[in-house]
């Protein structure tokens, strides 16, 4: 396991200390922050800086705004919500750069925090433009990054600045580095994983990743679809992923000489259009017009079986239209069966966390990551640029 240099050895009292967060939460329609996990993750390191008597500048993304200002993605909610689980008002500065910004920093007095609008209202933060970094870097003394969703992205505000500043990882990449290492440095065999989701382009190389590695691979939800597909089943109405043909058949080259049991679904539930009940079918016989929505009972069995005496496991994405109560079963059954299980069980993905939350099943998890796409590089052996900017110690 790498370890970093630490928060928790930097000099912070009565300096002003950069701290990248990744407040990038899900947003209620009216805007009002829906779920405040990533918040609450972040909150050991903002306790130490308070204590500590640091003047903390926060700086996070919300969305993708593209490089505009666009007040729909203000953090404006965000401050709020800190606020109210600090226990002390923190304001906003209504830019990230610039001369307010600086001025709010200079004000700061020890204990108190204030939060950067949005960096992603300017183009500089994802192309890591370096005028740019060294204005952010213009704002604090340290820098501390405790953005663990966001160290896969070589933006100025996590690699950019890092340089620019002696640079320290907060407590929740310490913990997410701690947790997600113990998938890929020597995991307690065997090792199980579990994937669904939709998002098949972006998760492919982590699957591949899986073969050799693991013991048992279970693939459901849409993320199964391009493999049922290549193997010639009939999906009905179900929006496959297209041009994966060739990346697909690699897969199951590399599965059949990898010792990794693939477990693709056998049946599904699925929506017929007009019907209000989900049916069963087998998964390559979806009728015409209907659509694959759910794994089926017979998949739920195959994937607990192959839980069965697993000492680790990692699931990643819903098995099924989870969102809909007639398509969470497959997941939650799953889920709720890993729970009856003992063993290190991982759980990571943007969707992931809230929908195991939602279907009660979080008590199945030893550890729940606060990353989407950055716990999916990091499961797969990847070096992270967040990361590997902070010095090892
Ligand atoms: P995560 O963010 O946890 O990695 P993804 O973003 O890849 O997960 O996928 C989550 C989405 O996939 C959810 O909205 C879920 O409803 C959807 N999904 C999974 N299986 C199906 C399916 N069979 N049909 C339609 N949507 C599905
Ligand atoms: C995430 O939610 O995965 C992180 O906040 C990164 O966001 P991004 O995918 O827009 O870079
Ligand atoms: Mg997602």
Redesign the pocket.
Known sequence: MVTKRSIADAPVRGRRVLVRVDFNVPQTSTGAVADDRRIVEALPTLHHLQTAGARTVLISHLGRPGGQRDMRYSLRPVAHKLSALLGQPVPLAEDCVGIHALEATARLKNGEFLLLENVRFHPGEEANDPAFAAQLAQLGELFVEDAFGTVHRAHASTVGVAKRLPAFAGYLVEKEIRGLSRLIDHPERPYVAIM????VR??LPLLQSFLGRAQALCI??????PFLAAQGAHLGA??VETGLETEVQAFFDAARASGTDVHLPTD?LIEVPGEPDAQACPADQVPEGA?????GPRTRDRFYAALAGSKTVFW?????????KR?AAGTREVLAGLRGIEGFHVC????????AQDLGVEAAFQYISTG??AA?EFVQGLELPGLAVIPDV
């Open positions: 669904g989701g939709a998002k972006d998760k459901g939800g849409a993320l199964a679809f179900t929006a599904w659509l694959a929505r759910d794994i990643n994405g819903p098995l099924g239209l989870a969102e809909d398509f990571a993905g943007g969707d992931s966390a809230r929908v989407g796409g999916l």
